[in-house]
T-cell receptor, first 112, second 114 residues
Framework: DGGITQSPKYLFRKEGQNVTLSCEQNLNHDAMYWYRQDPGQGLRLIYYSQIVNDFQKGDIAEGYSVSREKKESFPLTVTSAQKNPTAFYLC???????????FGQGTRLTVV | AQSVAQPEDQVNVAEGNPLTVKCTYSVSGNPYLFWYVQYPNRGLQFLLKYITGDNLVKGSYGFEAEFNKSQTSFHLKKPSALVSDSALYFCAVRPFYGNNRLAFGKGNQVVVIP
């Protein structure tokens, strides 16, 4: 099946630890995105990548890092510098241009 | 940078009545516009999009949206709401030319009352 897979679905970490969220797609899409979702704040863009080995900061990149070494993969690391990391994280991918983005099922990160 | 405004936090509608969810956008040049729906603890599902052409766009599950360039709006509509339409709805915009950055609004919770 073609699609975009995020893992794990639920993730718990202690405060001060870095954690990496996985996002893999087999749709051959060029662009990939990471969003953070908090109640009442909608989807806020963390990072996006238009091609391999290139990515741009979104609106709330502080405390996060990404890599795009392969077209299929766009992992997100939540570092200890992120002050309030508990949230629902969504990954998406899309071809260039007019086609809509496809979303993964999300990872709910809880930092205690 | 492009942005989306969804002015209402929650939209309540009686089952069988028309449903409208409002969206206005800001983008440099012409836009690609999208509507998505989200159910609890799930990813977003695509409903419909505007690229070019007819201002009235028809999508999945009986939804449609009207593009109005002068008002920079892309309101989502459904003639007769179902209880199963209760969900969170997001409007999104991406520029026709230039970067591939996809910006979302804050979402609207739709509650359809039986």
């Amino acid at each position: 099946d073609g699609g975009i897979t995020q893992s794990p679905k639920y993730l718990f970490r202690k405060e001060g630890q870095n954690v990496t969220l996985s996002c893999e797609q087999n749709l051959n899409h060029d662009a990939m995105y990471w969003y953070r979702q908090d109640p009442g704040q909608g989807l806020r863009l963390i990072y996006y990548s238009q091609i391999v080995n290139d990515f741009q900061k979104g609106d709330i990149a502080e405390g996060y890092s990404v890599s795009r070494e392969k077209k299929e993969s766009f992992p997100l690391t939540v570092t200890s510098a992120q002050k309030n990391p508990t949230a629902f994280y969504l990954c998406a991918s899309s071809p260039q241009g007019e086609t809509e983005a496809f979303f993964g099922q999300g990872t709910r990160l809880t930092v205690v | 940078a492009q942005s989306v405004a969804q002015p209402e936090d929650q939209v309540n509608v009686a089952e069988g009545n028309p449903l409208t969810v409002k969206c206005t956008y800001s983008v440099s040049g012409n836009p690609y516009l999208f509507w998505y729906v989200q159910y609890p603890n799930r990813g977003l599902q695509f409903l419909l999009k505007y690229i070019t052409g007819d201002n009235l766009v028809k999508g999945s599950y009986g939804f449609e949206a009207e593009f109005n360039k002068s008002q920079t709006s892309f309101h989502l509509k459904k003639p007769s709401a179902l209880v199963s339409d209760s969900a969170l709805y997001f409007c999104a915009v991406r520029p026709f030319y230039g970067n591939n950055r996809l910006a979302f609004g804050k979402g609207n919770q739709v509650v359809v009352i039986p």
